[in-house]
């Protein structure tokens, strides 16, 4: 069983910053893709950025040049620096991740999400 915990959200003002972390752990061979997505509250869950196993990330625009993805391969961690934060960013963030267990089977799992909220 694997499981994805995110921490690190809570309540900031406008123009501050967070660092989101999730943690996988569990029976894991490795973690290939890994990212972040939101969900604020009448809207659909969105792509926030993602980063391959070698490193390589994505950004939805809103966020470009304001968050920073970031991965720790040896600790199954994957780290989401947000700065600037806007009020339009207030939403639950989920940490998301394609996890090889062995060479037949791979999953894609979600974390429980944490609160994100930016007040003006």
């Known amino acids: 069983q694997v499981q994805l915990v995110e921490s690190g959200g809570g309540l900031v003002q406008a123009g501050g910053s967070l660092r989101l972390s999730c943690v996988a752990s569990?029976?894991?061979?490795?973690?290939?893709?890994m990212g972040w997505y939101r969900q604020a509250p009448g809207k659909e869950r969105e792509l926030v950025a993602t980063?391959?196993?070698?490193?390589?990330?994505n950004y939805v625009d809103s966020v470009k040049g304001r968050f920073t993805i970031s991965r720790d391969n040896a600790k199954n961690t994957v780290y989401l620096q947000m700065n600037s934060l806007k009020p339009e960013d207030s939403a639950v963030y989920y940490c998301?991740?394609?996890?090889?267990?062995?060479?037949?089977?791979?999953?894609?799992?979600w974390g429980q999400g944490t609160q994100v909220t930016v007040s003006s």
């Open positions: 980063i391959t196993g070698g490193g390589s990330t």
């Open positions: 998301n991740a394609d996890v090889v267990l062995d060479l037949f089977k791979k999953y894609n799992y």
């Open positions: 569990g029976i894991i061979f490795t973690i290939n893709g």
